[in-house]
């Protein structure tokens, strides 16, 4: 499997980001997946899933402000951002959910106050 997030980058608060992940699993399209971020000296936390049925699910403080949407036909994966805060500053990697033990390099999104 291969994952490769892209997308990242400095943005101020208030600010939009859109996040791609392309993603060379088998069964793409029979998964669930999901978007993940790790903040410095922090656990890694699951910010957002969709199902293969486009069901989708948030972390309470990324409601209303994130999308997570997929495109099957590309083996795709994508989170809007907007409204960012400092506190989505973190390395956002995309994975399955539950996730592969492979994760990838992420990409890093730097939210300034």
């Known amino acids: 499997v291969q994952l490769q997030a892209s997308g990242g980058g400095l943005v101020q608060a208030g600010g939009s980001l859109r996040l791609s992940c392309a993603a060379s699993?088998?069964?793409?399209?029979?998964?669930?997946w999901a978007w993940y971020r790790q903040a410095p000296g922090k656990e890694r936390e699951l910010v957002a899933s969709i199902s293969r049925l486009g069901n989708t699910d948030y972390t309470d403080s990324v409601k209303g402000r994130f999308t997570i949407s997929r495109d099957n036909a590309k083996n795709a994966l994508h989170l809007q951002m907007n409204s960012l805060k400092s506190e989505d500053t973190a390395v956002y990697y995309c994975?399955?959910?539950?996730?592969?033990?492979?994760w990838g390099q992420g990409t890093q999104v730097t939210v300034s106050s």
């Open positions: 994975n399955r959910n539950p996730p592969f033990h492979y």
């Open positions: 699993a088998r069964y793409f399209t029979a998964l669930t």
